[in-house]
Each structure stands twice: as structure tokens, then as C-alpha cells.
């Protein structure tokens, strides 16, 4: 069920022989070792393996957070220092400012950049109405649900105009059914307006349901076990036969939780 991998669009990320250790009063943690991995433009590359792999701290490097121990990490050709408003990036908890609208918290990176107000207004309204937060405006982040918080969380990435969206388990303190139901949206929202994505999940229908690619890590010191090509059409059917066959499959390959 693997194929033969795209390599006609650009790279917008290469990780090249990327490791990270952390120190401990026990000793030094290896948490990545030698990871090699290219992303390519407009790509949906979900990052999936056993709980506590290393996977977020894959992100974090991503997003400039903190510094690979060995390897370099390049986005766009340009070396990764620190952040910067080509990525966006979207946590499990959104962070949303309490003291701001939906309104404001959107347009708040462009209003940071220096984009005069009607023009960030506008920009900010596009991705409001692109989530489906029309009409929620003025609301502050107390009075929305989980998943509509998410959904601001995502409309904010956006608005940067980022090339790169990094996703960490963004829907994982949502309920089953809003789960669902922003899986859904966020395809809906790629497919809109493509970007390249990078999607952490320890879920393997959402896995198969959102990527392109699934890149299955090892149990820590995350390593590169395999990677799978998705090949379903889009909207996808969680129980088509060939949907089950990749969730049979990568569930099978992966490392047991230690």
C-alpha cells in the first residue's frame, strides 16, 4: 500500500540528520535521533507513533522553539533559528488572548506586522467566514466551545499567510463527535486554501483520514519507521475496505507504548 512518493513540488522542509537530547539530574534524555524527512509544498504530512515518542518536540524544532543537538532543519531553504511568521502553528490548547474578540485575537499577527487596519480587518474576515465563525465576530474566546476555539486558533494561523502550518494534536481535548466534525472542516479548510501542514496525532482514523503521507515514528529516541502514502479520495469513508487496510496496517507496524 506504499507508492511511489511526489517529488515534483518544492520542498518547504528539510530535516536533515536531526537529533535532540535533553539533560536530566538522571543524564542526558535522547528524545529524536537522526532524523531525515523532506515535506513538499501543499503537502498534508501527519507525524504519528507511540505516545511520548518525541513527536512534539519534533514540532517544537519545526516552529523554531528550540534547536536541534545535532542536524540542521531548513524551511524554505532557510535555515531554522527561530520562529517566524512562516510558520503557523496550532497546539491542543489554542492559547487564544481572554482579552480579545475572535476578531481580534485573527487579526492580531498582522496587526503585529504592521497591516493598516482595514486591511487586516479584511484579511481577518476571510478566514472567519473560511472556518465557518461568521457572525461570532465580537464574541471572546470564554463564550465558544472547544472546537470553536480551535476553529479561531486555526482562522489565526492563517492569517500570517504562513507556507507552513504546524499541528499539534489540535483536536485532542475535543469530544468524539467535535472531533469528527473538525477533522472534517480542517480537510474542508486545506482543500480551500492549501498550505504545506505538519499534523502530530496519536489517533489512527485521523491519521488515515487528513494525510497525505503518514510518517510512523518509533518509540523514543524517535526514529523514521516508515512512511505511507495515502492514497483515498477525499472526503474520505472511515469504513471503506481500503481505509481499514491502512488503519489495520499502521497500526501493526507500530511500536508498542512503553
Known amino acids: 500500500m506504499e507508492h511511489t512518493r511526489n517529488i515534483e513540488n518544492k520542498a518547504i522542509i528539510r530535516c536533515e540528520g536531526v537529533s535532540k537530547e535533553f539533560k536530566s539530574k538522571n543524564g542526558t534524555i535522547e528524545v529524536i535521533s537522526d532524523i531525515d524527512l ?27 522553539l528550540d534547536m536541534p543537538t545535532k542536524g540542521n532543519i531548513y524551511v524554505n531553504d532557510v ?19 481572554p482579552w480579545l474578540t475572535v476578531m481580534g485575537n485573527v487579526e492580531y499577527g498582522p496587526k503585529v506586522r504592521g497591516v493598516k487596519k482595514s486591511e487586516r480587518r479584511k484579511i481577518a474576515q476571510h478566514y472567519i467566514d473560511l472556518v465557518g465563525l461568521t457572525g461570532f465576530e465580537n464574541a471572546y474566546p ?30 485532542g481535548h475535543l469530544d ?18 492549501k498550505r504545506t501542514v505538519v499534523f502530530v496525532t496519536n489517533n489512527i482514523e485521523e ?18 519507521k ?9 472526503p474520505r469513508d472511515y469504513v471503506s475496505s481500503k481505509f481499514l487496510k491502512y488503519r489495520s496496517e499502521i497500526t501493526a507496524a507500530m511500536d508498542k507504548t512503553l
Not at 468524539?176 to 486554501?193: D, F, G, K, N, P
Not at 516508515?226 to 477525499?234: C, G, M, Q, V
Open 38 to 64: 523532506t515535506v513538499r509544498e501543499n503537502e498534508f504530512v501527519v507525524l504519528f507513533g507511540p505516545g511520548q515518542c518525541g513527536k512534539t518536540t519534533l514540532i517544537n524544532l519545526l516552529a523554531g
Open 79 to 97: 535555515p531554522v533559528t527561530s520562529p517566524g511568521p512562516d510558520r503557523g502553528v496550532v497546539y491542543q490548547k489554542t492559547a487564544l488572548f
Open 142 to 171: 470564554i463564550k465558544l466551545s472547544g472546537g470553536m476555539r480551535q476553529r479561531v486558533g486555526i482562522a489565526r494561523a492563517y492569517a500570517n499567510n504562513p507556507v507552513l502550518m504546524l499541528m499539534d494534536e489540535p483536536f
Open 176 to 193: 468524539a463527535q467535535t472531533r469528527y466534525m473538525m477533522e472534517e472542516e480542517l480537510q474542508r479548510i486545506w482543500q480551500s486554501e
Open 207 to 224: 491519521a488515515v483520514y487528513l494525510a497525505d503521507r503518514i510518517v510512523l515514528l518509533t518509540n523514543r529516541p524517535a526514529r523514521i
Open 226 to 234: 516508515k512512511e505511507y502514502i495515502i492514497d483515498l479520495p477525499r
